[in-house]
């Protein structure tokens, strides 16, 4: 079995079906609560046997030693998720002719990023970017949260997250960040090419320098007197948005137009 360094314990329902779903082959094995009976945990049984993943039962106390937070009766023993590197997101660049990217700058709350996460596998993004430092990573709180998203978007964490936006420009990526003073409205720009949209946290933004690494800055248009959304809430609106235009632009070929 793999030792503590290169394996952790991935707990919750959604976590666990979503990597036997997506990565079956990273699952050494799942423990299940001999006192719990329901359909899911009857489905992960099931899904297990099937992706030849071994399974046993656990006493509660077990699974409480082995996941620290909710792990509502089941909890994997995984090999940790592969690590991606600058040449991947590069690659992507090179293969995909419009790819999406999320960019989190200084997310350090683990439910911000799982929930990041789903909305990222919603819209259909390339990759979550974020840096080294100030981030939270992909921890097993985060990996619940994101209810199986982060066995499904790839997470890419860079030295230096400005000068990978730099690289990103460089390769044709149109680099989008997000801040209340932008004079630009969300709905205004484009969104249609390749693009990396830059999140900052709640409380103090983007840093400066992954500020002034992007193209354009844009706000959303808000109406009442709350006056920041929750990072996840807002990644989603302008995610959507992005998507909205792209489905538009590719209607307007279909049907003969420009």
């Known amino acids: 079995m793999a030792t503590d360094i290169d394996s952790e314990w991935v707990y919750g329902v959604h976590a666990v079906m979503g990597l036997l779903k997506a990565d079956p082959g990273r699952v050494h094995e799942i423990r299940l609560a001999r006192q719990r009976r329901d359909q899911r945990l009857d489905r992960i049984r099931a899904l ?67 929930a990041c996460l789903r909305v990222a596998d919603a819209a259909g993004v390339a990759a979550v970017i974020a840096p080294r430092d100030r981030a939270v990573g992909i921890t097993a709180s985060v990996q619940k949260v994101a209810s199986g998203a982060a066995a499904t978007v790839p997470y890419v964490v860079v030295t230096n997250l400005a000068r990978l936006l730099r690289k990103l420009r460089d390769a044709g990526v149109w680099v989008v960040g997000t801040g209340g003073e932008a004079a630009t409205v969300l709905y205004d720009a484009d969104l249609r090419g390749p693009l990396a949209l830059v999140m900052g946290a709640e409380d103090s933004g983007m840093r400066r320098l992954t500020r002034e690494s992007c193209d354009l800055l844009v706000r959303l248009p808000r109406q009442g007197a709350v006056e920041s959304l929750n990072v996840s809430v807002a990644a989603g609106i302008c995610l959507f948005e992005a998507q909205r235009q792209r489905r538009a632009a590719a209607d307007r070929v279909a049907g003969g137009g420009e």
């Not at 297990?48 to 937070?69: C, F, I, K, M, Y």
């Not at 040449?87 to 350090?108: K, N």
């Open 48 to 114: 297990a046997e099937t992706q030849g993943v071994s399974w046993q039962w656990a006493e509660r106390a077990e699974l409480d030693r082995l996941a620290p937070g909710r792990h509502q009766g089941v909890a994997a023993h995984c090999m940790a998720g592969p690590l991606r590197d600058e040449d991947y997101l590069l690659g992507l660049v090179a293969q995909c002719a419009a790819p999406l990217f999320l960019v989190l700058d200084g997310i350090t709350d683990p439910h911000n990023l799982g």
